[in-house]
């Protein structure tokens, strides 16, 4: 069993930087992506960017690409999502998860299905 905890979520003004950091229970040997998504109310959880523990393969949602960049520290037990340009927009809950199986594509990895385990969530507000 893979537990997560997010960290970094505050608020922000706009334009400003942010770094969410997603911290493993255990080792990620089992894990083969890694990712953040977010979700507001009364929408659906979208994923934002994802990484390949093994490969380092990354994914982007259009919507940050070229601002936003997932990544994992050397241990591969902490999760990272820096945040830069940061729009009201943005705002949201924002949850880390993994998955225990290898994804068909890499057209899944932003895709919710994928993961089976999810964090508690980090709210992060953006203020114009």
């Known amino acids: 069993q893979v537990q997560l905890v997010e960290s970094g979520g505050e608020s922000v003004q706009a334009g400003g930087s942010l770094r969410l950091s997603c911290a493993t229970s255990?080792?990620?040997?089992?894990?083969?992506?890694m990712a953040w998504f977010r979700q507001t109310p009364g929408k659906e959880r979208e994923g934002v960017g994802a990484?390949?523990?093994?490969?380092?393969?990354?994914a982007y949602a259009d919507s940050v690409k070229g601002r936003f960049t997932v990544s994992l520290d050397n241990a591969k037990t902490t999760l990272y999502l820096q945040m830069n340009s940061l729009k009201p927009e943005d705002t949201a809950m924002y949850y880390c998860?993994?998955?225990?199986?290898?994804?068909?594509?890499?057209?899944?990895?932003?895709?919710?299905?994928?993961?089976?385990?999810w964090g508690q969530g980090t709210q992060v507000t953006v203020s114009s």
């Open positions: 255990a080792s990620t040997s089992n894990i083969w992506w």
């Open positions: 990484i390949g523990t093994r490969s380092g393969d990354t």
């Open positions: 998860a993994a998955a225990g199986t290898l994804p068909p594509s890499m057209g899944h990895v932003l895709r919710q299905s994928t993961y089976n385990y």
